[in-house]
């Protein structure tokens, strides 16, 4: 799990667990941290986040420090619409034509107020088999606040309960064979379901707010949904009937669940801890570098930012690339300037006596001076470009970039919305490097863009 720089954070009912990987070494070792205290009026840590981002992400921060990116975080399956689909197999972007028509059934939410994903899990006969998972817009939104507020903006956000299975499929627990297994996670109060039939899922159930159930009642009330799950898929007719029921568990064994599933089944049912599998911050981590397409529930938005930020990146690598060679170039001009400056030295010395000769030293002492003014750059043309490309904003795009030395910078381009002219033009006035800036005019064109032209005055300059 080395070569590639990642972190991941799973947040729980209550508790946050988070890894590092760095580029080149061993991986941090996990850390967890309850984040939620027991008297917040908040049942859980995802409803806090909604409740209030930027607290929640100043608590996030004091709890896990700064973690690198890029950051995957996991949030409970209870929080998802979790479905596991089969579909006729097709192209990706059938595919998503598809699943978009299954969220619209299913969602209890507005289809086009969601975000949803999918991961395909198997194809065969024509029938591709896959994970749908979907969240409101407004629940990625706040964890998205959350987050940056706690110095982690993520890359995407995925499901713990993909994260156990990944842990559990590396360990050789999900089965390759004959038959049917169940598998039941119960951790913090939920309990989470997933029936695979040859090691790939047919369907995944999510149990939340177990919390406060006696023994008894958990018992009976995860045995009620099993049953009603089980009944539903008919496995039996399918010839792939159930053959055993693995129960992961925290802590000591729930003996009462084990022996009601045992009882009302009718197959075996074995028990097992999670602290025999890695963390599962660590499956979260071994899904994002997996390197196949893998359900990603971050908002199309923030991908569409990030590609942004990263050409913006990009333009201010080749501007610094340039200052470079510019900065060269001026280190040779300027040696060339010392080395005529010693020789004019020696010239007036044995030239002292000749009127002709100081007038021409003096002439060339003169060019060296305007010289020296001129590699001033301060205020230079790649200094003006390296400014205007960290202050512009995302949704404009500049047309001509006009430099006068020691006057004026003007700049024309199209925004998307005339709000974010406004917003150039508050921070282009907050840069020391230009002394005004002024917004002669803004237009609406034909394609709905907003076209405006910019004039920002340097040192020593004025508007024309």
Same mark, same amino acid.
């Given at each position: 799990?080395?070569?590639?720089?990642?972190?991941?954070?799973?947040?729980?009912?209550?508790?946050?667990?988070?890894?590092?990987?760095?580029?080149?070494?061993?991986?941090?070792?996990?850390?967890?941290?309850?984040?939620?205290?027991?008297?917040?009026?908040?049942?859980?840590?995802?409803?806090?986040?909604?409740?209030?981002?930027?607290?929640?992400?100043?608590?996030?921060?004091?709890?896990?420090?700064?973690?690198?990116?890029?950051?995957?975080?996991?949030?409970?399956?209870?929080?998802?619409?979790?479905?596991?689909?089969?579909?006729?197999?097709?192209?990706?972007?059938?595919?998503?034509?598809?699943?978009?028509?299954?969220?619209?059934?299913?969602?209890?939410?507005?289809?086009?107020?969601?975000?949803?994903?999918?991961?395909?899990?198997?194809?065969?006969?024509?029938?591709?088999?896959?994970?749908?998972?979907?969240?409101?817009?407004?629940?990625?939104?706040?964890?998205?606040?959350?987050?940056?507020?706690?110095?982690?903006?993520?890359?995407?956000?995925?499901?713990?309960?993909?994260?156990?299975?990944?842990?559990?499929?590396?360990?050789?627990?999900?089965?390759?064979?004959?038959?049917?297994?169940?598998?039941?996670?119960?951790?913090?109060?939920?309990?989470?379901?997933?029936?695979?039939?040859?090691?790939?899922?047919?369907?995944?159930?999510?149990?939340?707010?177990?919390?406060?159930?006696?023994?008894?009642?958990?018992?009976?009330?995860?045995?009620?949904?099993?049953?009603?799950?089980?009944?539903?898929?008919?496995?039996?007719?399918?010839?792939?009937?159930?053959?055993?029921?693995?129960?992961?568990?925290?802590?000591?064994?729930?003996?009462?669940?084990?022996?009601?599933?045992?009882?009302?089944?009718?197959?075996?049912?074995?028990?097992?801890?999670?602290?025999?599998?890695?963390? +599962?911050?660590?499956?979260?981590? *071994?899904?994002?570098?997996?390197? $196949?397409? #893998?359900?990603? !529930? /971050? %908002? &199309? @938005?923030?991908?569409?930012?990030?590609?942004?930020?990263?050409?913006?990146?990009?333009?201010?690598?080749?501007?610094?690339?340039?200052?470079?060679?510019?900065?060269?170039?001026?280190?040779?001009?300027?040696?060339? +300037?010392?080395?005529?400056?010693? *020789?004019?030295?020696?010239?007036? $010395?044995? #030239?002292?006596? !000749? /009127? %002709? &000769? @100081?007038?021409?030293?003096?002439?060339?002492?003169?060019?060296?001076?305007?010289?020296?003014?001129?590699?001033?750059?301060?205020?230079?043309?790649?200094?003006?470009?390296?400014?205007?490309?960290?202050?512009?904003?995302?949704?404009?795009?500049?047309?001509?970039?006009?430099?006068?030395?020691?006057?004026?910078?003007? !700049?024309?381009?199209? @925004?998307?919305?005339?709000?974010?002219?406004?917003?150039?033009?508050?921070?282009?006035?907050?840069?020391?490097?230009?002394?005004?800036?002024?917004?002669?005019?803004?237009?609406?064109?034909?394609?709905?863009?907003?076209?405006?032209?910019?004039?920002?005055?340097?040192?020593?300059?004025?508007?024309?």
């Amino acid at each position: 799990m080395t070569g590639k720089t990642h972190s991941s954070l799973a947040l729980t009912a209550r508790s946050a667990e988070w890894m590092a990987i760095p580029k080149a070494g061993e991986p941090s070792t996990p850390g967890h941290e309850v984040v939620l205290p027991a008297e917040s009026p908040h049942r859980t840590l995802m409803d806090a986040i909604a409740a209030d981002p930027d607290s929640m992400g100043k608590a996030l921060r004091e709890k896990c420090g700064r973690l690198p990116k890029p950051l995957t975080t996991g949030i409970p399956a209870s929080h998802v619409l979790l479905r596991v689909l089969d579909l006729p197999e097709g192209s990706p972007q059938d595919l998503r034509g598809m699943v978009e028509l299954q969220v619209d059934k299913l969602a209890p939410f507005p289809a086009d107020e969601a975000t949803f994903s999918y991961e395909v899990l198997d194809t065969a006969n024509g029938r591709c088999r896959l994970w749908l998972g979907a969240i409101p817009t407004k629940t990625a939104e706040s964890l998205g606040s959350c987050l940056r507020a706690a110095a982690m903006p993520p890359r995407r956000i995925d499901i713990n309960l993909l994260g156990w299975w990944q842990l559990l499929r590396d360990a050789g627990k999900t089965g390759d064979g004959n038959g049917s297994r169940a598998f039941l996670i119960l951790e913090n109060e939920s309990c989470d379901l997933v029936l695979a039939t040859a090691g790939i899922p047919v369907s995944v159930r999510s149990l939340d707010g177990l919390e406060g159930l006696s023994s008894e009642e958990l018992a009976e009330e995860i045995t009620r949904e099993f049953l009603f799950t089980l009944t539903s898929l008919d496995l039996d007719r399918t010839g792939q009937p159930l053959t055993e029921i693995a129960v992961w568990h925290r802590g000591k064994a729930p003996d009462l669940t084990i022996q009601r599933l045992h009882e009302q089944i009718g197959v075996a049912v074995h028990a097992f801890t999670l602290e025999t599998l890695p963390p +599962l911050a660590e499956g979260l981590s *071994r899904r994002a570098i997996a390197g $196949t397409p #893998l359900l990603d !529930l /971050a %908002p &199309a @938005a923030w991908r569409e930012a990030e590609a942004s930020q990263r050409a913006r990146r990009r333009l201010v690598s080749v501007g610094g690339t340039l200052l470079g060679l510019w900065a060269i170039a001026m280190v040779i001009l300027f040696g060339g +300037l010392q080395y005529h400056k010693q *020789r004019l030295g020696h010239q007036e $010395t044995l #030239l002292a006596g !000749l /009127a %002709p &000769a @100081a007038e021409n030293a003096r002439a060339v002492r003169d060019r060296v001076k305007t010289l020296e003014q001129y590699i001033e750059r301060k205020h230079s043309a790649l200094e003006c470009l390296r400014e205007v490309s960290d202050l512009l904003p995302p949704g404009i795009e500049l047309k001509s970039f006009n430099y006068r030395k020691s006057k004026t910078l003007e !700049l024309s381009g199209e @925004a998307d919305a005339v709000s974010l002219v406004f917003d150039f033009k508050k921070e282009m006035e907050k840069s020391e490097l230009f002394i005004k800036t002024d917004l002669p005019r803004t237009q609406r064109n034909a394609q709905g863009k907003e076209v405006f032209k910019l004039i920002a005055t340097l040192p020593g300059g004025e508007i024309q």
